[in-house]
T-cell receptor, first 113, second 116 residues
Framework: DAGVIQSPRHEVTEMGQEVTLRCKPI?????LFWYRQTMMRGLELLIY????????DSGMPEDRFSAKMPNASFSTLKIQPSEPRDSAVYFC???????????FGDGTRLSIL | AQSVTQLDSQVPVFEEAPVELRCNYS??????LFWYVQYPNQGLQLLLK??????LVKGINGFEAEFNKSQTSFHLRKPSVHISDTAEYFC??????????????FGKGTMLLVSP
């Protein structure tokens, strides 16, 4: 089975530009999570969805961040406008309802210049 | 609210030596516990999990962990490490109050550095 697929793997862009990160969860998983990882703050949960519905977005840092899940096989995390402090590795993870673990993608390394 | 403390940010060890990575958690209810490993430039990969039953849990790559409810600990051990075990290790906890076991609270990670 394919794992969680994230794209792009790397993104370098200038401050003020719009950035869109993409995630395809594992088929059959009904939970999807977006995390951000930095040296200073570690791994932070930004938002998660259940059955395509956002459940908790309290981790989203500012209104510049938005996430959508238009269907069970696709989600986006958008930053507009981007700032240098948004530079981080962004992970997507998915899981089935129940006691099973979360499965992580390989992440998107984002650099805002 | 639950929390996870990984007491060591870095653990240096020589190849073939044993290692223990410490994890303590706080929660007022029953928990599920996980250890994940992150190799450079990769995502987090599940090493092992404790859901219920035997308190000694065996995972991939020769790792094991023991759940100790009285000490609220879930320490990770390996009797003999390899160079390839060099990575960052994350302990995570989930409980019923935390969105019905849906979300995880992660520790800040422990970097295991194995040298020849």
């Amino acid at each position: 089975d394919a794992g969680v697929i994230q794209s792009p793997r790397h993104e370098v862009t200038e401050m003020g530009q719009e950035v869109t990160l993409r995630c395809k969860p594992i088929s059959g998983h009904d939970y999807l999570f977006w995390y951000r990882q930095t040296m200073m703050r570690g791994l932070e949960l930004l938002i998660y969805f259940n059955n395509n519905v956002p459940i908790d977005d309290s981790g989203m840092p500012e209104d510049r961040f938005s996430a959508k899940m238009p269907n069970a096989s696709f989600s986006t995390l958008k930053i507009q406008p981007s700032e240098p402090r948004d530079s981080a590795v962004y992970f997507c993870a998915s899981k089935r309802t129940g006691s099973g673990p979360q499965h992580f993608g390989d992440g998107t390394r984002l650099s805002i210049l | 609210a639950q929390s996870v403390t990984q007491l060591d940010s870095q653990v240096p060890v020589f190849e073939e030596a044993p290692v223990e990575l410490r994890c303590n958690y706080s929660s007022s209810v029953s928990v599920y516990l996980f250890w994940y490993v992150q190799y450079p430039n990769q995502g987090l990969q599940l090493l092992l999990k404790y859901l219920s039953g035997s308190t000694l849990v065996k995972g991939i790559n020769g790792f094991e962990a023991e759940f100790n409810k009285s000490q609220t600990s879930f320490h990770l051990r390996k009797p003999s490490v390899h160079i390839s075990d060099t990575a960052e290790y994350f302990c995570a906890v989930s409980d019923m109050l935390n969105s019905g076991y849906s979300t995880l609270t992660f520790g800040k990670g422990t970097m295991l550095l194995v040298s020849p």
